[in-house]
């Protein structure tokens, strides 16, 4: 079901516009279509306030649908010869079949040396194909992060670590000291698994070349393959030894991860790692006492460390990216504002959350010390890729969420767990051919 939301607009406050956050003037006979997959229960009231100094200026009226069929949608407006003038995706791999056939219009209006030099090298090659300018994404999220206690962690004489291996010592001395290193929990309905295909993803960046993680997001390298099953048997130090986990095995298995956060501040502590993306926060709110924890003393992160030197530290995570289907004034200008330096915070007052990819976005305007560190580090990562798991064909992602859940449970399985979700990436990716 789609659902039609016309933004007339009409303002009945202003925002208060930085200088040189919206390069247009007065646009006559201005309206703007955008596809989206937000509606007015989640995100699209933050995308009305940032974009409420745009519409001001320039007087253009944006027409928003929203849909969560969103590529089947844009294709069939595509085909039918009505796209919308501008679509916000969710991967750069839903809209490629677009642009390899005419239909997405490059950003060459844009200033491009203005943005190479705000947004750096990884965001300007991740809006790129052959070296052309098609999207680009002023918000992102960062899911490569693990979270602790850093007075628990301190008191219990234990450091952050900084590499993989230092993160697997840590683990062997809490386990010497007879307490749990992480809180994982796996349960999440008919989604149960989750949160497991994130740590094999964030570890496959680190453990192979970029090109093998985006050939295994399209299938281009088998789950059998020697990058997926490494970065399972990576997983599996961790994940596949139930003495580091709180709960063991049976426990990760059966938690809510929303819930299993909370161990890190029991007193004394169940757990001391939780690795989750920056919303998990709002859990930690919920947990007992989590009202009273203060941001960045009670809990803070650390970016998910480096494994292998030669893949560096990348980012995993989502961003938005915003394409042109139509080249019309209004949405050449829509789409520069896009770019602007202070674009995001109209979506962080309206209560909004994301990192700003702008580099020049100030830090003082993120509501809270983590949310600031979040896009320091963000800032620092050598790659970013988009999750994986959400870019594939749904029985491949359902068969991912089961095979982690037998992984966790089995890990000398691995072969049968690999090879069945192998097979059904045959049979999806082929019919989708």
């Known amino acids: 079901m789609r659902k039609l939301t016309v933004l007339a607009l009409v303002l009945v406050f202003a925002l208060g516009l930085t200088p040189g956050v919206i390069s247009a003037q007065q646009i006559e006979d201005c309206t703007i279509s955008f596809l989206t997959v937000w509606s007015g229960e989640d995100e699209l009231p933050n995308w009305e306030n940032m974009v409420q100094p ?10 928003v649908e929203s849909t969560r069929d969103l590529v089947p949608v844009l294709t069939t407006r595509v085909e039918a010869g009505n796209p919308p003038d501008v679509a916000g ?36 090659e991740l809006g790129s194909v052959d070296g052309t300018l098609y999207g680009v994404f002023p918000r992102a999220a960062l899911k490569s992060l693990i979270w602790y206690n850093p007075k628990a962690l301190e008191a219990g004489g234990y450091a952050v670590p900084t590499s993989w291996d230092e993160l697997l010592e840590t683990c062997d001395q809490m386990l010497d000291d007879g307490v749990s290193c992480f809180a994982v929990g796996l349960e999440s309905g008919a989604a149960s698994g989750w949160p497991a295909t994130d740590w094999v993803e964030d570890i496959m960046l680190r453990t192979a070349p970029l090109e093998a993680y985006d050939n295994w997001v399209s299938h281009g390298i088998p789950w059998t393959g020697d990058e997926v099953r490494g970065a399972w048997e990576t997983f599996g130090e961790i994940a596949g030894n139930g003495d580091y986990l709180y709960g063991g095995s049976a426990g990760t298995l059966s938690t809510n991860f929303g819930e299993s956060v909370c161990a890190l501040f029991t007193d004394p502590p169940s757990a001391y790692f939780h690795r989750q993306a920056s919303f998990i926060q709002s859990f930690i709110a919920d947990c007992p006492g989590g009202d009273a924890l203060v941001p960045g003393e009670d809990f803070d992160f650390f970016l998910f460390p480096e494994i292998d030197p030669e893949f560096g530290n990348p980012g995993l995570g989502s961003a938005d990216l915003f394409v042109m289907f139509n080249d019309s004034e209004g949405a050449r ?39 600031r560190r979040a896009a320091e580090a963000l800032a620092q990562v050598d790659a970013f890729r988009f999750d994986a798991s959400d870019q594939m064909p749904g029985d491949v992602n359902q068969a991912f969420w089961t095979g982690t859940l037998n992984f966790v449970q089995n890990p000398g399985d691995i072969d049968s767990i690999l090879q069945s979700i192998e097979d059904v990436a045959v049979d999806a990716y082929g019919a989708t051919e």
């Open 89 to 124: 995706i969710p991967s750069f791999g839903a809209i490629q079949t677009f642009i390899d056939e005419g239909d997405v219009f490059p950003l060459d209006f844009l200033d491009v040396e203005r943005m190479q030099s705000q947004f750096g090298e990884v965001w300007m």
């Open 54 to 63: 745009f519409v001001e200026e320039t007087g253009c009226t944006i027409e």
């Open 333 to 371: 200008a829509l789409m520069d504002f896009l770019t602007q330096p202070d674009v995001l915070a109209g979506w962080l007052e309206g209560g909004g959350s994301g990192i700003a990819t702008n580099l020049e976005f100030p830090l003082d305007a993120y509501p809270d010390p983590l949310s």
